[in-house]
């Protein structure tokens, strides 16, 4: 008896003065859409605390206004579109971009209206036309804030692939809840949206097509990243790389075994609201490619900052020289 009380005397002292597993609070921005599904699964399948990340998460309705956030000091990761990190560059915050989580995630949907003239052998730009010849005004179309991912990439299909006549359209920048509504109550003609959004319009109203890809709309497109402020970074890289480990281990997990993830992301996008059968249809998606390599969005990413300072988003081209850090990605290949 008096042995067994010895060793758990000694079990308690040890417990006493051994300390906790440290812990590290991020304060993280990110916009709920399906892009971010790898993110929500790390989380919840506890990857993140496993090593000692906490984090503090605060929803935003774009990138463009994530940026503010970020520039305030207010937030240390941003999850969200690629573009609006040039225009971060571009005023001197340093930010770097440790993960990918998605591409290709902005798609083009139409009204029942508008989708009724795209027909097959009938080109974009005729049906926009055609459109606006029937009902006497031109398609009023939403999307994110300029220098977005969506808007960017709206912009770039109707000019660059689509070839429209700017008389045959109307952009009206607004956010995505906004955007869903919007086209559900019949108020816009067309919208840049993505998942589980694309899903839920086409579920409540079949009149409404997805009628471009995100590779039609902007060849390659980059969607979401993971991005670190210069400061957290250089104070916590272990929990970045806690971060991007997690994520790495997500993407296996949505490849693998997708329904195992529909709880995480059900839970992450609001419970009640979207329901588990809409989340399922979403992750079969045309429009869901995820992907956690940050090295494979770079080129394209260069190439859309490229067109952000053609449509005048963006002053002028500024260096990727260090946006871009693969160390902690390459490092959770390797099982760090």
């Not at 290709?104 to 508008?114: D, I, R, T």
């Not at 809840?177 to 019949?186: E, F, I, K, R, S």
């Not at 060849?219 to 991005?227: D, E, K, L, S």
């Amino acid at each position: 008896m008096v042995r067994h009380f010895i060793i758990a005397a000694v079990a308690a002292v040890a417990a006493f003065v051994l300390p906790a597993q440290a812990q590290t609070v991020a304060r993280l921005g990110v916009i709920p859409i399906m892009g971010a599904a790898p993110l929500f699964v790390a989380q919840r399948e506890g990857w993140l605390a496993e090593r000692g990340l906490k984090l503090s998460i605060t929803t935003f309705e774009s990138g463009p206004n994530m940026i503010q956030a970020l520039a305030s000091g207010t937030i240390d990761v941003y999850v969200a579109g690629v573009a609006p990190l040039a225009v971060a560059r571009s005023r001197g915050i340093d930010v770097r971009v440790v993960a990918a989580t998605a591409v290709g995630e902005n798609v083009f949907v139409g009204s029942p209206k508008l989708s009724a003239l795209f027909k097959p052998g009938v080109a974009p730009a005729a049906a926009f036309h055609a459109f606006r010849m029937a009902s006497g005004k031109p398609a009023r179309l939403a999307t994110q804030p300029a220098g977005s991912v969506p808007n960017t990439t709206l912009q770039y299909w109707l000019r660059e692939v689509v070839k429209a006549d700017p008389a045959d359209y109307e952009i009206v920048p607004m956010g995505i809840d906004a955007t869903q509504q919007a086209m559900l109550a019949g108020a816009m003609d067309g919208a840049s949206v993505r998942e589980p959004a694309v899903t839920i319009l086409e579920g409540r109203n079949p009149g409404i097509k997805l009628l471009a890809l995100g590779d039609d709309m902007f060849p390659g497109q980059p969607g979401t990243v993971v991005a670190v402020s210069g400061a957290f970074m250089t104070a916590h890289p272990e929990a970045v790389q806690a971060l991007v480990s997690g994520l790495v281990k997500a993407g296996a997990l949505l490849a693998a075994t997708p329904e195992k993830a529909v709880p995480a992301i059900v839970d992450a996008l609001g419970k009640g609201i979207v329901e588990p059968e809409t989340i399922r249809r979403a992750l079969a998606s045309k429009a869901t490619v995820f992907q956690i390599d940050p090295r494979a969005v770079f080129d394209a990413s260069r190439r859309m900052q490229t067109y952000q300072v053609k449509l005048g988003s963006l002053d002028k081209d500024v260096t990727f020289d260090g946006l871009f850090d693969p160390r902690f990605y390459e490092a959770a290949l390797t099982g760090k």
